[in-house]
């Protein structure tokens, strides 16, 4: 089982609508978690932490499911701006990225 | 404030050649990262460093692949007699390693194609 799985998509989405991606992790103990950004042929970019609380910046929403072991991503309001890979990233140190969900938002 | 510096961004190198790719992280960081990301692949963790020593190279390949970070200087990814699946862009990532949960900041990665 990988460390961390994601569904690749990709996913196809109107402006406007809300999109929400999860991730699977395999490690119990991990602690740490992020959603970074990677544009086409570009290096990854953090988007956001993820807290045990769940936390929010602007229309981006970040939830950790522990008991289930899956971490969430979800995007209100989706702008053209937003198509990109998000990739769901686990670990302190030596990050273990997932292989990414691709989301292309259409006018 | 300069970000993380990669070099070249573009190699292209003949099978049996070597390839040589350089970071230099962003300033005040003495800890370095690299990932390579095969085409429509994640990235994936290879080796991490800190200023003349090697601190986890689990992700390493053992054969044909080394990495320093020497006290002066960018840090090299070294990949010697190079073969098609090598191709592949490098990424280097730098954090100030003062401990607990750390932003990794990347570079904008160096395309290896090996023909």
């Known amino acids: 089982r990988k460390e961390v799985e994601q569904d690749p998509g990709p996913f196809n989405v109107p402006e406007g609508a809300t999109v929400a991606f999860n991730c699977t992790y395999s490690?119990?103990?991990?602690?740490?978690f992020f959603w970074y950004r990677q544009d086409c042929r570009k290096e990854p970019k953090l988007l956001m932490s993820?807290?045990?609380s769940g936390n929010e910046d602007g229309r981006f929403t970040a939830q950790l499911n522990r008991a289930s072991q899956y971490i969430s991503l979800l995007i209100r309001d989706s702008k053209l701006s937003d198509s990109a890979t998000y990739l769901c990233?686990?670990?302190?140190?030596?990050?273990?990225f997932g292989s990414g969900t691709r989301l292309q938002v259409q006018p | 404030n300069a970000g993380v510096m990669q070099n070249p961004r573009h190699l292209v190198r003949r099978r049996g050649q070597e390839a040589r790719l350089r970071c230099s992280p962003m300033?005040?960081?003495?800890?370095v990262y690299w990932y390579r990301q095969l085409p429509e692949e994640g990235l994936k963790f290879m080796v991490y460093?800190?200023?003349?020593?090697?601190?986890?190279e689990s992700g390493m390949p053992k054969e044909r692949f080394s990495a320093e970070f020497p006290k002066e200087g960018p840090s090299i990814l070294r990949i010697q007699q190079v073969v098609r699946g090598d191709s592949a862009a490098y990424f280097c990532?730098?954090?100030?390693?003062?401990?607990?949960?750390?932003?990794?900041?990347f570079g904008p990665g160096t395309r290896l194609t090996v023909l």
């Open positions: 300033k005040g960081h003495s800890h």
């Open positions: 990233v686990e670990g302190r140190r030596a990050l273990t």
């Open positions: 990532a730098s954090s100030p390693g003062t401990g607990g949960e750390e932003r990794l900041f």
């Open positions: 993820v807290y045990s």
């Open positions: 460093l800190q200023k003349e020593n090697i601190i986890d």
């Open positions: 490690n119990s103990a991990s602690q740490s």
